[in-house]
């Protein structure tokens, strides 16, 4: 079946770092994949999406690439600031269905 | 700036008792899809709608959950009996389902504890 595996968090960094959250998944055919952050208290957001292999998505200084030979979607930020505290759950879509198959997620905590 | 509202954001029940959550959708979306989130299961879909009509619920426990979609503006879940291991935090999301990327957007959450 469809899964999705995220590095166990949480992950904590000073400001201006470097961020990578590591993201696998397994996957019938050819899933979009997705990363959504989910603020204290509040609901998901999509950060980002990429619909096939080589494509990257990125979005507030966030990027990810679509790589199918290691079936992967790392997440990476070159300066990570406080406000990107949260956590980031990784997730595809996979067949002619929204079903959403999200990983357990990934708390970061950013540090001044 | 258009949102799923959800409500209640909170809840406290006793084991027994009949829980009701409601979420109205963004205005336009055709989808509705539920969530619980725990921090041993993570993130569940437990239903899905398309135009009001479920596609999906093999995520909800049926003997004592329901899901419906009286009108396009309003979606419920309703939990009866409901027992201590239903606490979570319930989403719901909506979208629109021209593809299957398309974004679904999350309301906040009801917060479910149930006694």
């Known amino acids: 079946g469809n899964s999705v595996t995220q590095m166990e968090g949480p992950v904590t960094l000073s400001e201006e770092a470097f961020l990578t959250i590591n993201c696998t998944y397994t996957?019938?055919?050819?899933?979009?994949l997705f990363w959504y952050v989910q603020y204290p208290g509040e609901g998901l957001q999509l950060l980002l999406k990429?619909?096939?292999?080589?494509d990257k998505g990125s979005n507030k200084g966030f990027e990810a690439t679509y790589r199918k030979e290691t079936t992967s979607f790392h997440l990476e930020k070159g300066s990570v600031q406080v406000s990107d505290s949260a956590v980031y759950f990784c997730?595809?879509?996979?067949?002619?269905?929204?079903?959403?198959?999200f990983g357990a997620g990934t708390r970061l905590a950013v540090h001044p | 700036d258009a949102r799923v509202t959800q409500t209640p954001r909170h809840k406290v029940t006793e084991m027994g008792q009949e829980v009701t959550m409601r979420c109205q959708p963004i205005l336009g979306h055709n989808t509705v899809f539920w969530y619980r989130q725990t921090m041993m299961q993570g993130l569940e879909l437990l239903a899905y709608?398309?135009?009001?009509?479920?596609?999906?619920d093999s995520g909800m426990p049926k003997d004592r959950f329901s899901a419906e979609m009286p009108d396009a503006t309003l979606a419920t879940l309703k939990i009866q009996p409901s027992e201590p291991r239903d606490s979570a935090v319930y989403f719901c999301a909506s979208g629109l389902s021209t593809t299957s990327t398309d974004t679904q957007y999350f309301g906040p959450g009801t917060r479910l504890t149930v006694l």
């Open positions: 709608f398309r135009n009001r009509a479920p596609l999906d």
């Open positions: 997730a595809l879509i996979s067949g002619g269905y929204n079903k959403l198959i």
């Open positions: 990429a619909t096939k292999a080589d």
């Open positions: 996957a019938t055919g050819y899933p979009s």
